[in-house]
């Protein structure tokens, strides 16, 4: 019998990700590594929440800028569930500047500029939990066991 350590991320492509009709690529790799989406919505992101989504950046000279971006159009949100989940993919999505994120990567093989990556990823679980919040009420996530679980885990 599985013991359920399932994890939950939020994951996001962001509207440049749209845009490019990468949406199916992002979500077939997180699929095909054997992560779950509980939840996916497709919306223009208002810019209140933009800017609590991104409240630890608040004070940076990239803020304004930042929000305004992914406020341009629409972007996709995802809770996503697995082992080890945020760490995961992270890892998928690559480091957050495209020049140093490795081939194989979504940054590293679909990317070339910072401000224009593509998709984010929350980087720790409380961080997790509030965007997931943020963009989701509770009764719109799905959790259910993936018919290949037992292949997945031990």
């Known amino acids: 019998m599985l013991v359920n350590l399932m994890e939950r991320t939020y994951v996001m492509v962001k509207p440049d990700g749209v845009q490019r009709c990468l949406v199916g690529e992002i979500v077939s790799r997180i699929e095909k590594k ?60 690559g480091a957050t500047n495209p020049v140093d994120a490795l081939p194989g990567t979504i940054r590293g093989d ?16 409380e961080s997790a939990e509030r965007e997931i919040a943020l963009h989701f009420e509770e009764s719109e996530i799905s959790g259910y066991p993936r018919a290949d679980d ?3 885990y031990e």
């Open 34 to 93: 054997g992560l779950k989406i509980a939840a996916l919505r497709m919306n223009v992101m208002t810019e209140a929440a933009a800017k609590e989504h991104y409240k630890e950046h608040s004070e940076r000279p990239f803020f304004g800028p930042l929000v305004s971006f992914v406020t341009s159009g629409p972007s996709v949100s995802m809770v996503i569930e697995g082992n080890n989940a945020i760490k995961i993919m992270r890892a998928i999505n």
């Open 110 to 125: 679909l990317t070339v500029d910072m401000g224009r990556n593509v998709v984010h990823a929350s980087d720790a679980p």
């Open 150 to 152: 037992e292949w997945l």
